[in-house]
Nanobody, 126 residues
Framework: QLQLVESGGGLVQPGGSLRLSCAAS????????ISWFRQAPGKEREGLSC????????NYADSVKGRFTISRDNAENAVYLEMNSLKPEDTAVYYC???????????????????WGQGTQVTVSS
């Protein structure tokens, strides 16, 4: 079964940090650029960051630039999203997706992606 699996979500206090992981099952992530999205209740899905298949290109949404860092370890077949200085407004379900390129922008149309994970909940609250 070909799928992406996110992990690492949880409850964190404002100002805290979390590291999300995106792993592939049944295929190799190395050939894909990976993007991270999030969706809060009542809001549209937001593209946060992407990384090229080689890891040489990254892009960030303004809302997370300077606080979130995307990286990948192709040997581990995984992509990570390091989230620092978390705010209550970062509360959402976080998803990774594979299939769209990561060149100069984050592709946001779901139809451009071949694979999506099931999401992991991040809650920022005191």
């Amino acid at each position: 079964q070909l799928q992406l699996v996110e992990s690492g979500g949880g409850l964190v206090q404002p100002g805290g940090s979390l590291r999300l992981s995106c792993a592939a099952s049944g295929f190799t992530l190395n050939n894909y650029a990976i993007s991270w999205f999030r969706q809060a209740p009542g809001k549209e899905r937001e593209g946060l960051s992407c990384i090229s298949s080689s890891g040489t290109r990254t892009n960030y949404a303004d809302s997370v630039k300077g606080r979130f860092t995307i990286s990948r370890d192709n040997a581990e077949n995984a992509v990570y999203l390091e989230m620092n200085s978390l705010k209550p407004e970062d509360t959402a379900v976080y998803y990774c997706a594979a299939g769209a390129p990561c060149l100069t922008t984050i592709h946001t149309r779901p139809s451009e992606y071949e694979y999506w994970g099931q999401g992991t909940q991040v809650t920022v609250s005191s």
